[in-house]
């Protein structure tokens, strides 16, 4: 991380307080470029299905898994996460990944999140269900199965039963719950690539971010983008 700055400072929420409740954070991990209504209804309905207190959206610094390709600066990514979670009190933007020097890794955010939390805050890392299957390859995975419960989020449709038997498979012992969530058809690649087009995003992301992009020409845009 780059600096001193306080965790409290890079949006962490105040939680743990009671030492006689169980708080249920959760993390919502991803590049976010640009976060979309998918990233949003999967996070509100990990709140209602697992009894989650509040959502960290946590907009990846520098991507392990995609050096090979250009990302949007994190800045950006962080300011459009903000915008999109603003009207909501059960949601928090973070950039705890985003002020962190060199490359970003899952396990080492989760360990800083279990480092700053006492016990009685339990940590569920949620992602997509195509990650879920990957997981077991990231860097440091035993140690994320550790720190953190897994959430997948999957479409309609997805063939869960490849998931389940890759960590089924897998000498590490993961603790994970599935949510199968309509919106996620919906993917980052596909709202840059209507962007390119001059196409419409309304609806397929909040208005806010709509108009961060617009200013900012993100995604090869321009005043000619359809709001």
């Not at 390119?196 to 993100?218: A, M, N």
Request: proline residues 5%; glycine residues 8%; without cysteine.
């Amino acid at each position: 991380m780059s600096g001193n700055v306080p965790l409290d400072e890079l949006g962490l929420p105040d939680l743990g307080s009671d030492p006689t409740h169980v708080y249920r954070m959760g993390v919502m991990g991803g590049t976010f470029d640009p976060i979309h209504n998918g990233h949003l209804v999967a996070a509100q309905q990990a709140v209602g299905d697992l009894g989650l207190d509040v959502v960290l959206f946590m907009p990846a610094g520098r991507p392990a898994f995609k050096q090979d390709r250009q990302v949007t600066r994190g800045e950006d990514r962080y300011a459009m996460t903000l915008l999109a979670t603003s009207d909501n009190p059960m949601f928090l933007a973070s950039r705890l990944e985003v002020d962190r020097e060199g490359i970003t890794y899952t396990a080492d955010t989760l360990q800083t999140l279990r480092d700053h939390y006492p016990d009685n805050v339990e940590i569920y890392f949620i992602t997509g269900a195509d990650a879920i299957i990957d997981i077991v390859t990231w860097h440091d995975a035993e140690r994320i199965a550790r720190l953190a419960k897994l959430v997948g989020a999957t479409r309609p449709g997805y063939d869960l039963g490849r998931a389940e038997r890759v960590l089924d498979s897998s000498p590490i012992d993961f603790d994970v719950r599935y949510l199968e969530v309509p919106a996620l058809a919906i993917s980052s690649s596909y709202l840059r690539r209507r962007v390119e087009r001059g196409q419409s995003l309304r609806y397929l992301t909040p208005d806010s971010v709509i108009g961060f992009v617009r200013k900012h020409h993100l995604y090869g845009s321009g005043d000619e983008i359809v709001a």
